[in-house]
T-cell receptor, first 119, second 111 residues
Framework: GAVVSQHPSRVICKSGTSVKIECRSLDFQATTMFWYRQFPKKSLMLMATSNEGSKATYEQGVEKDKFLINHASLTLSTLTVTSAHPEDSSFYICSARDFRDTSLGETQYFGPGTRLLVL | GESVGLHLPTLSVQEGDNSIINCAYSNSASDYFIWYKQESGKGPQFIID?????DKRQGQRVTVLLNKTVKHLSLQIAATQPGDSAVYFCAEGGSFQKLVFGTGTRLLVSP
């Protein structure tokens, strides 16, 4: 099956610093990637849709200047949390869709997630 | 607005039993539905999906049923095993490939 990786898996940073999270599709090309945020014991909330070669589309309430998304290639999207604060601490998960996938369900393949802790 | 929810936050079963996890959705225009399994500290893992023009779909030990009349989706796991213990999410596929996730059900399987 399709494999999506994320790096780092865990990161601790000081308040006010910026953190970059990478999402890679390892064995397929993804024209579209998605970034989600998940709080403990809660569901996934879509933050933005990342499109290769164009600007990301952010969901309502998500600050685009705080959560910078870059999708420079068909296998890599990055999420940068700028000027991080403790309330940004969360589990960030990306997903990708194989652009060749025309099968039932528009399947998204998820990465393992990145645990961010801002002190 | 669009919402996807679950009736039971926690489901406890014995090993070998069949499990049924339910999900209610509100957007009748959704084109497809997906069930994901998430283990602690990991990303969601695809289990099975179904299109809105189908009522039932079967996979290995899993069956998804879709009742569009009452906007209800269920995941049936046959012969549940301890390794099935996880949080299960239903997700609704809408426009622009975006998924709306339900609140999740924790499945606990006792040996």
């Amino acid at each position: 099956g399709a494999v999506v990786s994320q790096h780092p898996s865990r990161v601790i940073c000081k308040s006010g610093t910026s953190v970059k999270i990478e999402c890679r599709s390892l064995d397929f090309q993804a024209t579209t990637m998605f970034w989600y945020r998940q709080f403990p014991k809660k569901s996934l909330m879509l933050m933005a849709t990342s499109n290769e070669g164009s600007k990301a589309t952010y969901e309502q309430g998500v600050e685009k200047d705080k959560f910078l998304i870059n999708h420079a290639s068909l296998t890599l999207s990055t999420l940068t949390v700028t000027s991080a604060h403790p309330e940004d601490s969360s589990f960030y998960i990306c997903s990708a869709r194989d652009f060749r996938d025309t099968s039932l369900g528009e399947t998204q393949y998820f990465g393992p997630g990145t645990r961010l802790l801002v002190l | 607005g669009e919402s996807v929810g679950l009736h039971l936050p926690t489901l406890s079963v014995q090993e070998g039993d069949n499990s049924i996890i339910n999900c209610a959705y509100s957007n009748s225009a959704s084109d497809y539905f997906i069930w994901y399994k998430q283990e602690s500290g990991k990303g969601p893992q695809f289990i099975i999906d179904i299109r809105s023009n189908m009522d039932k779909r079967q996979g290995q030990r899993v069956t998804v049923l879709l009742n569009k009349t009452v906007k209800h989706l269920s995941l049936q796991i046959a012969a549940t095993q301890p390794g099935d213990s996880a949080v299960y999410f239903c997700a609704e596929g809408g426009s622009f490939q975006k998924l709306v996730f339900g609140t999740g059900t924790r499945l606990l399987v006792s040996p």
